[in-house]
């Protein structure tokens, strides 16, 4: 399983930006789909995920009304809308996949199975 992530960049405080993850040798319909961030200096940290099955949704509390998890499940794809951005959200992005995940373990990183690369995105202020 191959998980590349596109999208970031930089833009201004109060921009949008969004964020792509495609999958590649494996649908992931079953799976559970999340995006991390890392910002410098800080511990990789849980940002959004979508649950396996009925693709409920799950945010962190900073970016609860400002972002949108979706799945595309026909292209393997995993989208993170990202609006009214804002400076403490610079950070590398990652996104990542759990086959086996349990609801309680949907916020750790260790849950997860399949990581992909980063992709930077930088708020200016």
């Known amino acids: 399983v191959q998980l590349q992530a596109s999208g970031g960049g930089l833009v201004q405080a109060g921009g949008s930006l969004r964020l792509s993850c495609a999958a590649s040798?494996?649908?992931?319909?079953?799976?559970?789909v999340a995006w991390f961030r890392q910002a410098p200096g800080k511990e990789r940290e849980f940002v959004a995920a979508?649950?396996?099955?009925?693709?409920?949704?799950y945010y962190e509390d900073s970016v609860k009304g400002r972002f949108t998890i979706s799945r595309d499940d026909a292209k393997t794809t995993v989208y993170l809308q990202m609006n009214s951005l804002k400076p403490e959200d610079t950070a590398v992005y990652f996104c990542?996949?759990?086959?086996?995940?349990?609801?309680?373990?949907?916020?750790?990183?260790?849950?997860?199975?399949?990581w992909g690369r980063g992709t930077l995105v930088t708020v200016s202020s």
């Open positions: 979508v649950f396996r099955g009925a693709g409920n949704t």
């Open positions: 040798g494996r649908t992931f319909s079953r799976d559970t």
């Open positions: 990542a996949l759990g086959s086996r995940l349990i609801l309680s373990t949907i916020r750790s990183a260790s849950a997860y199975d399949y």
